[in-house]
């Protein structure tokens, strides 16, 4: 296998520390890009001695002049308290930051990959949501920073696709969940495994009769890897993600017979423009990629959670 110089946007984040670790074990040469807005060092603390990666603290909206093969660029807030708390700067991160990753690929003629986000689909009135699906998103809500940022941001990809020949390709990622999720993640598996492990209560959004379908990082991670690897030029988008659905009420419960503690769940007010149900058609990624996720959900949660213990 020919050996790349591999750029990651993102890349002290949860799923760009995984991307980092395993590209390195492949044995490629990292360049780890990140503004530590919602990275953590810790995540990447293990491969700062590896002579085939570098980190560099850059934000994206600022141009770079890096050569690289390929370019994956995961950079910015995944969670509705992060990218909430500073709604234009995850905008512009979108649109501003892929407009300078698309320059610096259109310039060393580099593949770029994009992780956009299971969000573009909104509140889905589709089940399960296929590529085609237009969404169902409300443009001026409190999510709307995140899910129209990720939908411009694809509108650029495939206009650079489109325009200049840049070499591209789409992911739309559903919950992914894993060691090195941050403890303030604020999404719904860490904010479960977290108040059980401290005996709190369980706060869940609405009846928890919402579903979430939830994709092991590893698994995400090879799928992504996958996408960017396939030879004959399909752009994407592409759903990655475990169809495997869940309620949200059965989920804590889950987890909390997982830690072996008993916990009272507390009901809140639902958030608006919470999706009711969210699962990935993934049809697409099995017959274009040869792929689809392996870890159960039970493994999965027994491996967070001791993350999490630890």
């Known amino acids: 296998m020919k050996t790349k110089k591999i750029l990651i946007t993102g890349g002290s984040g949860f799923l760009g520390s995984h991307l980092c670790r395993s ?4 044995g490629h040469e990292v360049i780890c890009i990140d503004n530590l807005y919602t ?8 491969l700062i001695r590896n002579k085939r990666f570098t980190f560099i603290l850059h934000d994206i909206e600022q ?3 890096i050569i690289a093969d390929e370019i994956y660029h995961l950079a910015c807030p ?3 308290p992060h990218y909430q708390l500073d709604p234009v700067k995850t905008l512009t991160t979108n649109f501003i930051g892929s407009m300078n990753l698309l320059e610096l690929a259109k310039k060393y003629k580099a593949k770029i990959l994009f992780a ?11 089940h399960p949501q296929k590529e085609s699906y237009y969404g169902n998103v409300n443009s001026i809500g409190p999510r709307a920073c995140y899910d129209e940022g990720k939908r411009c941001a694809e509108s650029l990809f495939f206009e650079y696709f489109r325009q200049h020949q840049v070499n591209i390709r789409v992911i739309r990622i559903f919950n992914t969940y894993g ?5 303030n993640d604020g999404r719904v598996v860490s904010n479960f495994i977290l108040q059980a492990l401290k005996g709190d209560d369980i706060t869940v959004y609405g009846d928890g009769s919402q579903t979430r379908s939830f994709c092991f990082v590893d698994d995400l991670i090879t799928g992504m890897i996958s996408m960017m690897n396939h030879t004959d030029g399909f752009p994407g988008p592409v759903n990655l993600g475990n169809p495997a659905e869940v309620t949200v009420i059965d989920l804590a419960k889950k987890i909390t017979n997982l830690i072996g503690k008993s916990a009272k769940i507390t ?6 423009d919470d999706p009711s149900r969210r699962k990935p058609d993934i049809t697409l990624a099995k017959d274009l990629l040869g792929w689809m996720p392996t870890v159960p959900l039970d493994e999965g949660l027994k491996k967070t959670i001791e993350y999490f213990r630890n």
């Open 78 to 80: 995944a969670s509705p």
């Open 116 to 126: 956009s986000t299971s969000e573009v689909y909104g509140d889905p009135l589709i």
């Open 267 to 272: 009901f809140l007010p639902i958030r608006q």
């Open 39 to 46: 990275g953590r060092k810790e995540n990447i603390a293990d």
């Open 23 to 26: 590209l390195l074990q492949q």
């Open 63 to 65: 141009p770079i002049d």
């Open 179 to 183: 060691p090195g999720m941050a403890l």
